[in-house]
């Protein structure tokens, strides 16, 4: 039985994504990357990840439709964290409401953010 | 197919002079068509293989930087993120690639934070671009030199600070601009020592783009804006005063009193509104005698102060004025005698008046 646990990573910055898989296949965690909401939603139902971490703005479907799609539609409590810019303090509410767990502004640090994932899959 | 060509120039020598200039015209237009498409096509060509280059080098810079933090990760620098400098520093040489490099470092250090955003300021350094873009500010062209500023500002580099403030009363706007961007980003409150030596105008689309730089940054001690107020640039005047109404700076007290008699109209007016703003009750009394020599908006501005400022002692001199011609006026009066209650939507609605206290209802409904 494999217990690797599958995060996906929902981000239009190539390089972040490339980043933070660096980081986390290190940490022992499996990363599957969408480039954009889309891809992200096909990722979820495919392989029922243990976490979403997904950008607010992205192209095609953005990250508020994938929290409403992972929360309303598949009815899974994944927990999910939400990157958001400066500026889209009332989007990240409207992403609470919709239920993401926990989110991150950008700038952040890479490792802040593992730190935040240990513990929401603790 | 010679004769048919024959034919055509014999039936053309033989038409009228008119059907000649048309069909020669007709032939220049469709060269020209024809050179164009070849020309368009051409461009079109050139512009994908540069597009096509520059995402394999944006793709190979994109690895080598990731490879270099993952490097990074093991404390000591290793042979590994030394051969990845070498390899930037060799391709930051040729223009086009040291624009690739510094788009994709930008990429990923406008995103990141802490460790990995000083990561990438520091192969910044050991690339050679810092020197790069330093030089670019001795350039006669005002697009290279606001560029080169934007940069350092993005990668934080504090060291070219005393090479671009030489540069703040640069003749382009757009450089000034970036260099006020640079000094306020990258030392806050003590990047506003510019406004010492600015000798242009201050737009009020840079005021607030400062402002707003200045706003994301909390808890820090403010400078003395006394000298900013006493500036002889009205529009560093005119930001100081902004920046004392956010940041509630009474210690400038005498300063704003002294402003009452600013050249420039809109200074007194602002001078007077931040009267109420930070309570200088001191003022009231400068400001009351000859108030009627002073502009219509600085008489406007007094009353409107005064609705929140009066004492009991200055009612007598405020009643006077209930009648008086200009509708702002009136209005503070009545408000200030409780005479009438503004509402939210601006509606108002008169109170219970003693007899002593007669509004011309003509002139409040008239209004």
Same mark, same amino acid.
């Given at each position: 039985m494999n217990l690797t646990k599958k995060i996906v990573l929902a981000e239009d910055n190539s390089i972040l994504s490339k980043l933070l898989q660096f980081k986390l296949e290190k940490e022992g965690y499996q990363l599957l990357i969408a480039n954009n909401g889309k891809e992200a939603v096909d990722l979820i139902e495919d392989n029922d990840p243990d976490m979403i971490l997904t950008d607010?703005?992205?192209?095609?479907?953005s990250g508020l439709e994938v929290i409403s799609h992972v929360r309303n539609k598949l009815d899974r409590n994944t927990p999910i964290v939400v990157f958001s810019s400066a500026g889209q303090e009332e989007m990240v509410l409207n992403a609470f409401n919709l239920g993401a767990t926990d989110f991150m502004s950008k700038p952040f640090s890479p490792n802040e953010l593992i730190i935040r994932i240990k513990r929401l899959l603790q | 197919m010679l004769e048919f060509f024959q034919n055509s120039i014999d039936s053309l020598s033989s038409m009228h002079i008119i059907i000649k200039i048309c069909i020669y015209l007709s032939l220049v237009l469709a060269s020209t068509i024809f050179l164009s498409l070849i020309y368009l096509k051409n461009l079109r060509d050139r512009l994908k293989i540069k597009r096509r280059i520059e995402a394999t080098y944006q793709k190979k810079y994109e690895s080598d930087l990731i490879e270099y933090l993952y490097a990074g990760d093991d404390e000591t620098e290793n042979e590994q993120q030394q051969k990845i400098v070498i390899y930037l520093k060799k391709c930051a040489a040729n223009r086009l690639k040291r624009k690739i490099i510094i788009g994709t470092f930008l990429k990923l250090k406008n995103d990141v934070s802490g460790e990995t955003a000083d990561a990438i300021q520091k192969l910044y350094y050991q690339t050679g671009l810092i020197e790069s873009a330093t030089s670019k500010l001795k350039s006669k062209k005002w697009d290279v030199v606001a560029k080169a500023i934007r940069e350092l500002t993005q990668f934080e580099i504090k060291e070219t600070h005393d090479e671009i403030i030489?540069?703040?009363?640069?003749?382009?706007k757009q450089v000034r601009f970036e260099i006020q961007k640079y000094l306020v980003q990258l030392f #806050?409150?003590?990047?506003?020592?510019?406004l010492n030596i600015i000798e242009n105008e201050l737009s009020e689309w840079d005021q607030i783009q400062l402002l707003e730089i200045l706003n994301k940054f909390k808890n820090l001690q403010l400078p003395d804006m006394s000298d900013w107020l006493r500036s002889k640039n009205d529009s560093v005047v005119s930001f100081t005063l902004k920046l004392v109404r956010i940041h509630n700076q009474f210690g400038v007290k005498d300063e704003i009193i002294a402003l009452f008699n600013h050249s420039n109209p809109e200074i007194r007016v602002e001078a007077i509104n931040l009267v109420n703003h930070l309570g200088i009750y001191e003022a009231v009394a400068i400001l009351k005698?000859?108030?009627?020599? #002073?502009t219509l908006e600085e008489q406007i501005a007094f009353f409107k102060m005064m609705e929140e400022m009066s004492m009991p002692d200055d009612i007598e001199f405020i009643k006077e004025h209930m009648n008086h011609k200009n509708f702002y006026i009136r209005i503070s009066v009545m408000k200030i005698m409780n005479l009438i209650t503004v509402g939210d939507d601006n509606t108002f609605t008169i109170n219970?008046?003693?007899?002593?206290?007669?509004?011309n209802t003509n002139l409040t409904k008239a209004s």
């Open positions: 607010i703005m992205m192209p095609f479907i | 030489k540069l703040v009363n640069h003749p382009k #806050r409150f003590e990047g506003l020592e510019f005698t000859g108030v009627f020599e #002073r219970n008046i003693a007899e002593e206290y007669q509004i």
